[in-house]
């Protein structure tokens, strides 16, 4: 599976931002996606994950009840809904997808995205 990431942008702290994750392949809506993020200077962190059916999510703590993953099988796409946006979140988000179980750990999606950068501003 091939996947394309779009969406960030420089944002105002506070702000949202939807990255989306398109997907090529006849077997998307049987993936498990993450999405990462990894900052100037730091290591790759996961920051969310959504299984096949999008029944099951999760999340890193410092983005619970503000970054909302999403699936749309029918599109092949997978979205991050990022609000209440802080300056700490600027990174470049992956996207990626396993053929397995949605994991937290980057080793476990064989495929990734090109990364799309997000820049929030003070």
């Known amino acids: 599976v091939q996947l394309q990431a779009s969406g960030g942008g420089l944002v105002q702290a506070g702000g949202s931002l939807r990255l989306s994750c398109a997907a090529s392949g006849r077997t998307f809506s049987s993936y498990a996606l993450g999405w990462f993020r990894q900052a100037p200077g730091k290591e790759r962190e996961f920051v969310a994950s959504i299984n096949w059916s999008g029944s099951s999510t999760t999340y890193v703590d410092s983005v619970k009840g503000r970054f909302t993953i999403s699936r749309d099988n029918a599109k092949n796409t997978v979205y991050l809904q990022m609000n209440s946006l802080k300056t700490e979140d600027t990174a470049v988000y992956y996207c990626?997808?396993?053929?397995?179980?949605?994991?937290?750990?980057?080793?476990?999606?064989?495929?990734w995205g090109q990364g799309t950068l997000v820049t929030v501003s003070s």
């Open positions: 990626a997808a396993s053929a397995y179980m949605a994991a937290v750990t980057g080793t476990a999606y064989p495929y």
